[in-house]
C-alpha cells in the first residue's frame, strides 16, 4: 500500500490549501481513508475520515470542523483535504492513512498504512 500525498505549503492565516492523496496500487474508494498531521515532539493526531462513497460517512477533529472539508474524486483514484480558514496552530505534516478496512477512526493506533507526508506551513 503506497500513498502519495501532496498540496502542502506555506500559507497566510486565513489561507485555503488543498491536499491531495493518491495511491496506484489499490482502490482508494474500497476503504475508509484518514487525514492525521504531527508536529515536533507532539503526538500525530487525527484530523478527518472520509469512508466509501456508499457510506457517505465525514469524521473530523472539533478543531478544524467547519473549516476542512475531506472529498473523493474516484475517477482519479485521490482523496482531498480542503483547508480553509488556516490557522497558524494548522502548521504540520500532513499524512494519509487507512487500515484497509471500511471503518472510520480518528485514532492513531487504529492505521497501519501511511503515506509520506506533506509539510502545511501557516505563517504571515
Known amino acids: 500500500v503506497q500513498f502519495v500525498e501532496s498540496g502542502g505549503g506555506l500559507v497566510q492565516p486565513g489561507g485555503s490549501l488543498r491536499l491531495s492523496c493518491s495511491a496506484s496500487e489499490f482502490t482508494l474508494d474500497n476503504y475508509a481513508i484518514a487525514w492525521f498531521r504531527q508536529t515536533p515532539g507532539k503526538e500525530r493526531e487525527g484530523v478527518s475520515c472520509?469512508?466509501?462513497?456508499?457510506?457517505?460517512?465525514?469524521m473530523y477533529a472539533e478543531t478544524v470542523k467547519s473549516r476542512f472539508t475531506s472529498s473523493r474524486d474516484n475517477a482519479k483514484n485521490t482523496i482531498y483535504l480542503q483547508m480553509n480558514g488556516l490557522k497558524p496552530e494548522d502548521t504540520a505534516i500532513y499524512y494519509c492513512?487507512?487500515?484497509?478496512?471500511?471503518?472510520?477512526?480518528?485514532?492513531?493506533?487504529?492505521?497501519?498504512?501511511w503515506g509520506q507526508g506533506t509539510q502545511v506551513t501557516v505563517s504571515s
Open positions: 492513512a487507512t487500515d484497509l478496512s471500511t471503518f472510520c477512526s480518528l485514532l492513531r493506533a487504529e492505521y497501519d498504512h
Open positions: 472520509i469512508g466509501k462513497s456508499s457510506a457517505r460517512k465525514r
